[in-house]
């Protein structure tokens, strides 16, 4: 790195600490879709005629899931996981979890204490707030509903966002 470059890096934060290494990159970036599943892939999977080949896990609180949770999830809040996980949920199928959204460790917590028991678990990132942002169906106590899709968060109707 010369000198300019290396005065360049400092005073940029972004680059003030570098890059790490494609490898090392590489194997946090697969480690990372091991742990993770998006909204959009969840729903497609949830949409198709196939079996997803795992459960879908709100973590919320009762009131929580009635103000509004995700079609064919189960519920199960994280403080009961412990108890009911066995009762609930076959350990030979995986488990997404989700919660409230990105400002929101439930769903950490949640595939945290199901991978203690045992489980295979993913967490869904931007849990039910990016669901509804995204502009796919959830029910309430009341019935179901669909918001129109974030334009910032969701894709237009083609409903591919190409990633």
Same mark, same amino acid.
């Given at each position: 790195?010369?000198?300019?470059?290396?005065?360049?890096?400092?005073?940029?934060?972004?680059?003030?600490? @570098? @890059?790490? #290494?494609?490898?090392?990159?590489?194997?946090?970036?697969?480690?990372?879709? =091991?742990?993770?599943? #998006?909204?959009?892939?969840?729903?497609?999977? &949830? =949409?198709?005629?196939?079996?997803?080949?795992?459960?879908? &896990? #709100?973590?919320? /609180?009762?009131? /929580?899931?009635?103000?509004?949770?995700?079609?064919?999830?189960?519920? &199960? @809040?994280?403080? &009961?996981?412990?108890?009911?996980?066995?009762?609930?949920?076959?350990?030979?199928?995986?488990?997404?979890? !989700?919660?409230?959204? @990105?400002?929101?460790?439930?769903?950490?917590?949640?595939? *945290?204490?199901?991978?203690? *028991?045992? !489980?295979?678990?993913?967490?869904?990132?931007?849990?039910?707030? !990016?669901?509804?942002?995204?502009?796919?169906?959830?029910?309430?106590?009341?019935?179901?509903?669909?918001?129109?899709?974030?334009?910032?968060?969701?894709?237009?109707?083609?409903?591919?966002?190409?990633?």
């Amino acid at each position: 790195m010369t000198t300019q470059t290396a005065a360049t890096h400092s005073a940029n934060p972004v680059l003030r600490v @570098p @890059p790490a #290494d494609p490898a090392v990159a590489a194997a946090h970036f697969g480690a990372s879709l =091991a742990f993770h599943a #998006d909204v959009s892939d969840v729903a497609a999977a &949830l =949409a198709s005629d196939d079996d997803t080949g795992f459960v879908l &896990l #709100d973590s919320r /609180s009762t009131a /929580s899931w009635d103000q509004g949770h995700i079609p064919g999830a189960v519920h &199960l @809040p994280t403080a &009961l996981i412990a108890g009911q996980a066995r009762q609930l949920l076959d350990p030979a199928v995986p488990v997404v979890t !989700y919660c409230w959204g @990105p400002g929101c460790n439930g769903a950490t917590r949640a595939a *945290l204490a199901l991978a203690e *028991l045992g !489980y295979q678990v993913k967490e869904m990132l931007g849990g039910f707030e !990016y669901w509804v942002r995204e502009g796919f169906g959830f029910e309430t106590w009341q019935g179901s509903e669909r918001r129109t899709a974030d334009p910032l968060t969701a894709p237009d109707e083609s409903g591919d966002c190409g990633c």
